[in-house]
């Protein structure tokens, strides 16, 4: 995939809208993970020192179309210091723009046209701009306005982290050091079917975990207690096994949990295998045999593909066992030159954080979905639209 990148690109002096995500968690006002606005700021740097005069357009949340300041954009701008622009159509700014100066648009989606990728609203946005900059990886899943939209009205091109995200993906898809080992988890087998099947296709062992391991459990007979899984998936993810079977990639299940009688930070955790569950157990987290088994696969593995947590590890220490142990074992193995690994999807990068190992995983996405949806196999429409015909 050959992507318009922003190498050798004149900016001088140019108006240049730049899309980045800074969708980032804020709690009462402060944001608690940078890690998204840090990854946007080598093309940020490139620009001004360009001489490019930039205006970042960003989302923050769900606002649904509409002006709500609980999802203002200006915790961003405090945090980077620089002025935040309280409506993004608004043009006024711009006459007083000098070279190198960087402003921030308020949310892009405090207007309906964003996510209905309204042809007029696009234009408004595109307005009195020369360039179009896709930095934000994690949302180019996604034709909005500010992904394709003005991507069809201004020469467009892909920033240093958009670039970087595709170059490191396409490279563990095409042609990856192997053996491979996957591990996905999560809540929902219904919402990863199509991702469960391409690791399944791509990778030599696939380890299924959390919520989703607990349904293909339940598939096979296992019991579940009171604990989330997908009754109506069964049939689904019997097939998945048998796909992984027709591609010779070996399916590694839990084989016990983490459990509680109640969904609690601070209930008292018991590990059980699946024949030991009694009909009031909550699953919160991988038990010890899954996760000593999980970790000798990643230690035999060349390549770990990793995306979803195996367990509330939000809730520590007594339930981010299972996640930690993966992440710390996966740092281990890259650190030591044994291992390329790949780890994407908003809770998996906050557990890397958590356990202080993010900066030895050889690439951490910014992505979620679109993280997903690429592995996937997917075109994703604001990436299409930067690349060379």
């Known amino acids: ?102 402003v921030l648009l308020e949310n892009v989606r405090f207007y309906p046209g964003e996510e209905s990728n309204d042809p007029n609203f696009s234009q408004k946005l595109a307005e009195g701009f020369d360039i179009f900059i896709n930095d934000a990886f994690a949302v180019s899943h996604r034709a909005h306005a500010s992904t394709v939209g003005v991507a069809e009205i201004l020469p467009s091109y892909a920033g240093k982290l958009l670039a970087s995200e595709i170059e490191h993906l396409s490279a563990v898809m095409e042609n990856p050091k192997r053996p491979l080992l996957s591990i996905v988890a ?116 060349a390549t770990v593909i990793w995306n979803g947590t195996v367990g509330m590890a939000e809730w520590q220490p007594t339930w981010s066992y299972g996640s930690f142990a993966i992440a710390k074992t996966i740092a281990e193995q890259t650190r030591a030159g044994k291992l390329e690994s790949i780890v994407g999807g908003g809770d998996t990068v906050a557990a890397l954080t958590a356990c202080g190992v993010k900066d030895d995983i050889t690439y951490v996405s910014t992505g979620g979905g679109a993280f997903l949806e690429f592995i996937e196999g997917r075109k994703l429409p604001g990436i299409m639209i930067l690349e060379n015909k």
């Open 186 to 301: 999560g809540s929902k087998v219904s919402t990863k079917i199509g991702v469960l099947k391409a690791l399944a296709k791509l990778s030599d062992k696939l380890i299924i975990g959390g919520a989703l391991g607990t349904t293909f459990n339940y598939a096979l007979g296992g019991k579940v207690g009171n604990s989330l899984y997908e009754a109506d998936q069964k049939d689904t993810a019997l097939k998945i096994l048998e796909y992984a079977k027709r591609n010779n990639c070996e399916v590694l299940l839990p084989l016990d949990k983490g459990v509680a009688k109640e969904f609690t930070k601070d209930a008292k955790r018991v590990n059980k295998n699946f024949t030991e569950i009694e009909d009031d157990d909550v699953i919160i987290d991988a038990g010890i045999a899954t996760t000593e088994r999980d970790t000798a696969a990643i230690r035999n593995a």
């Open 1 to 102: 995939m050959k992507l318009r990148t922003i190498e050798n690109i004149d900016v001088r002096g140019k108006f240049v809208l730049l899309r980045d995500d800074f969708n980032v968690q804020i709690v009462d006002g402060v944001i608690t993970d940078t890690f998204r606005i840090e990854q946007s700021m080598p093309t940020i740097n490139a620009l001004r020192a360009g001489g490019a005069r930039i205006a970042i357009c960003a989302h923050l949340g769900r606002p649904k179309g509409t002006k709500n300041m609980e999802y203002s954009m200006t915790p961003v701008a405090k945090y980077m210091n620089i002025p935040l622009i309280p409506d993004c159509l608004d043009k006024e700014f711009m006459k007083n723009m000098k070279d190198g100066d960087v």
